[in-house]
């Protein structure tokens, strides 16, 4: 029962009461008793006005460490704004009063003091007109550190209905936010673009980190010791592997020797091969290129890639189709971790990215002539997997200009911007991102790139030791993980950072199962970066509802998650972090 309803109720009862004296005692206790109810009403209302009061308070001292670079009158002007807007004329307060004190001999400390006058009712009668209120707050507006990576979806879907020149708009805006007047020191931003692939930048330094020599586990995987051709009405085994040798089996092996003509590498065994293999490789004495040895198995009338292919080794057979940058994922679990590359360990280097030619006339990334070996057929998949055409780039017709293109760097975008306070140089490669056509999503890998920039360790490391900085990653997406499928299946999908489908990385070769295991991979890799303490925000552009729980399990907090359906909608989101992320860096 309420304060009023209980004196009410008794004044009911004196009311009621016919005795003289009671009548009397009821006539000099009513005025002070009314007072007192009263006093109690006016006076609950004004403990709410200052409850308000000092809740709005706390958020315009924040608004205040963010314009500290503004002039009392102007600051004044911006805090009484805000203040007035939350409590003026709630329950009669206004006469909204301010003291500004910033410490003339620490720049970065600033108090506030607010009071306001609530209008009484019954205390009116009494001659109290009004009851002031007041707040305090206070505030260290020294910034922490802070290293922000941005990741940000630059897959084929990013070119509808505007997407990609709304993130652009909306992650410059960003940097514009966190890095405004008065607040971007001891701020670094890093730009992590990703499609199927990311691209780590083609620097020497980079290069240090890559298996050159084929060693890791899935390097070449697809096309390792795979059957090239056969003589006709020749029988071959699909596959051989490293463990077959000539002492348990009838195999000759066969290596490149130097030269014998200028600019050909010319095969040690029997010359019926040796003619199959320059039809293969389509070289002319002419115009051929010295090339990087490899081993190469024979058969009977059937031939074999080598066992351990690199790469690397073909790009430098090649004569001007050079390594652009985008690297895959490492195996298992190096592919969601921040371990430090290590020599000694070739799982944990990267793999330069590398799509084989699909030698087919309607395929997607066709770039090198394919040429029938006389007296011999290609076997089955053989025109695809054949390495021994890329001892030359002869004919290629390798396109790298966005937004589709064809090589060996398909869908490889543009490289990693590393943490950098050069926001001007930030910008400008922010309104150069583009989308790139084919390969699929796999934000996985972006996150883990995301991570890996924010970090002290190898590869990159420019980031700070974690106990020393605010580490935050803005993650966006417009869609699923996902493959491109492909109708040939010498390859099932497009390439990505894992792959093919036909390689096998995957629990299964369809695109249904490589969804499945990119979402684990993301989630392992959201969970991984936030136990070193780095702060995850996400934003998904267009999703479903049913896609959106994997990225509010990523989020740090779900309500760092954000959807939005629309460009506005995207670019306030981003504002909205980038606010948020400038409240995590004081210390008050």
């Known amino acids: 029962m309420s304060i009023l309803q209980t004196w009410t109720d008794h004044l009911k009862n004196y009311v009621c009461d016919q005795r003289g004296v009671v009548a009397v005692i009821f006539g000099i206790a009513a005025i002070p008793i009314v007072g007192m109810v009263g006093a109690s009403l006016d006076y609950s209302r004004a403990a709410n006005v200052q409850s308000q009061l000092q809740d709005a308070l706390d958020g315009a001292i924040l608004t205040a460490a963010h314009e500290r670079q503004l002039s009392d009158t102007q600051l004044e002007t911006v805090i009484r704004t805000q203040i007035e807007a939350m409590v003026s004329g709630a329950h009669g307060a206004d006469a909204l009063t301010l003291l500004i004190n910033r410490d003339p001999d620490e720049e970065t400390l600033m108090e506030i003091s607010a009071t306001m006058k609530v209008d009484t009712t019954i205390l009116e009668i009494m001659g109290i007109n009004s009851i002031e209120v007041g707040a305090d707050a206070a505030v260290s507006v020294d910034f922490r550190s802070l290293e922000v990576a941005l990741v940000l979806d630059n897959t084929g879907s ?179 971790t921040d371990t430090p590359p290590d020599p000694s360990n070739p799982d944990t280097l990267w793999v330069p990215g590398f799509w084989i030619d699909d030698a087919t006339w309607r395929a997607t990334n066709n770039w090198l002539p394919d040429r029938e070996p006389p007296g011999a057929d290609f076997h089955q998949n053989g025109e695809h997997y054949s390495v021994f055409k890329y001892a030359s780039s002869s004919g290629h017709s390798v396109d790298e200009i966005p937004n589709s293109t064809r090589g060996p760097a398909q869908n490889c975008g543009d490289p990693i911007v590393p943490l950098t306070d050069n926001f001007t140089m930030l910008e400008d490669r922010i309104d150069d991102m583009t989308y790139w056509l084919g390969g699929g999503t796999v934000t996985a890998q972006g996150v883990v790139w995301g991570w890996r920039t924010l970090s002290p360790e190898q590869p990159f490391t420019e980031g700070a030791p974690y106990d020393e900085v605010t580490k935050v990653m803005v993650v966006m997406t417009d869609g699923r993980n996902e493959l491109v499928s492909s109708s040939n299946n010498a390859l099932r999908s497009h390439y990505s950072a894992y792959g093919h489908l036909a390689t096998g990385r995957f629990p299964s070769q369809s695109v249904n199962g490589a969804r499945t295991y990119i979402d684990e991979r993301t989630l392992a890799a959201c969970a991984n970066a936030k136990a070193t303490g780095i702060i995850i925000y996400t934003v998904t552009f267009g999703l479903d509802s049913a896609s959106r729980s994997m990225w509010d399990t990523c989020a740090t907090e779900t309500d760092m998650a954000y959807h939005v359906n629309s460009a506005s909608d995207l670019i306030g989101a981003f504002n909205e972090i980038a606010d948020s992320v400038g409240e995590l860096r004081l210390t008050r």
């Open 158 to 336: 990013m070119r509808s209905s505007g997407r990609i020149s709304s993130l652009r708009e909306a992650a410059s805006d960003f940097v514009d936010v966190v890095t405004e007047e008065g607040q971007s020191d001891n701020v670094m931003i890093s730009l992590v673009p990703y499609t199927a692939q990311v691209n780590i930048g083609n620097t020497t330094t980079m290069e240090q980190y890559l298996d050159k020599d084929g060693l890791s586990e899935h390097h070449a995987q697809l096309i390792e010791g795979q059957v090239i051709a056969r003589q006709s009405g020749g029988s071959c085994v699909p596959r051989i592997s490293s463990a077959d040798t000539p002492a348990n089996s009838d195999l000759d092996f066969a290596s490149l020797d130097t030269p014998s003509v200028p600019g050909f590498a010319r095969l040690n065994f029997l010359d019926t091969y040796g003619d199959i293999l320059r039809e293969l490789v389509g070289v002319k004495a002419a115009n051929a290129q010295t090339v990087t040895p490899y081993e190469y198995v024979v058969q009977g009338g059937c031939i074999y890639n080598p066992t351990q292919i690199s790469h690397w080794q073909l790009y430098e057979q090649m004569d001007d189709v050079a390594w652009k940058g985008c690297v895959e994922a490492r195996p298992e679990p190096f592919d969601v």
